[in-house]
């Protein structure tokens, strides 16, 4: 089975510019997480969906920040304007309810990193 | 809240050697799962152990074991026989039943030397 896949791979861009990563989950899995990595901060949790709906996004940044999950096998995560500060490298996480309620890896994605200028 | 600590300096460890990483949790909850992930320079993230409070005996898998002391809310990661492809952050991390967010450490560095 293809693991968790998240594009682009690494984006640089312009201050103002919006940026878009996206992400397919494990097939089957209800669960999908966007983290979000900096050396200062390490890894932080910005938003999760259950089924397609977004439960928790209390550590979404700000009202620029956005995420999405239009259908089972598909999200967003979005940053509209976007500023030097969220440089960072962006994961997407999957995991199955089936795994249990405290047990049960998540399954992370390679990563995008973001690089704004 | 739950939190993760992960304090130790960057390590080195010679080739064959054994590394201990250790980490310290709180939580009040007495279900919980927690959960060791390496990041080599590549960058992704590699799941290697879980272990659940309820469970009896430490986890292993392979060359990694989980010193687990309940009472004094540790969950070391043991590395036995070290190889190159060790060399990599590695990340503690704790779920509370009830609530899905893995919470993570800042991680430990280890740089392991031929």
């Known amino acids: 089975d293809a693991g968790v896949i998240q594009s682009p791979r690494h984006e640089v861009t312009e201050m103002g510019q919006e940026v878009t990563l996206r992400c397919k989950p494990i097939s089957g899995h209800d669960y999908l997480f966007w983290y979000r990595q900096t050396m200062m901060r390490g890894l932080e949790l910005l938003i999760y969906f259950n089924n397609n709906v977004p439960i928790d996004d209390s550590g979404m940044p700000e009202d620029r920040f956005s995420a999405k999950m239009p259908n089972a096998s598909f999200s967003t995560l979005k940053i509209q304007p976007s500023e030097p500060r969220d440089s960072a490298v962006y994961f997407c996480?999957?995991?199955?309810?089936?795994?249990?309620?405290?047990?049960?890896?998540?399954?992370f994605g390679e990563g995008s990193r973001l690089t704004v200028l | 809240a739950q939190k993760i600590t992960q304090t130790q300096p960057g390590m080195f460890v010679q080739e064959k050697e054994a590394v201990t990483l250790d980490c310290t949790y709180d939580t009040s909850d007495p279900s919980y799962g927690l959960f060791w992930y390496k990041q080599p320079s590549s960058g992704e993230m590699i799941f290697l152990i879980y272990q659940g409070s309820y469970d009896q005996q430490n986890a292993t898998e392979g060359r990694y074991s989980l010193n687990f002391q309940k009472a004094r809310k540790s969950a070391n990661l043991v590395i036995s026989a070290s190889q190159l492809g060790d060399s990599a952050m590695y990340f503690c991390?704790?779920?509370?039943?009830?609530?899905?967010?893995?919470?993570f450490g800042k991680g430990n560095q280890v740089v392991v030397i031929p």
């Open positions: 996480a999957s995991r199955s309810l089936a795994s249990g309620s405290f047990t049960g890896e998540l399954f």
């Open positions: 991390a704790m779920r509370v039943s009830g609530n899905n967010r893995l919470a």
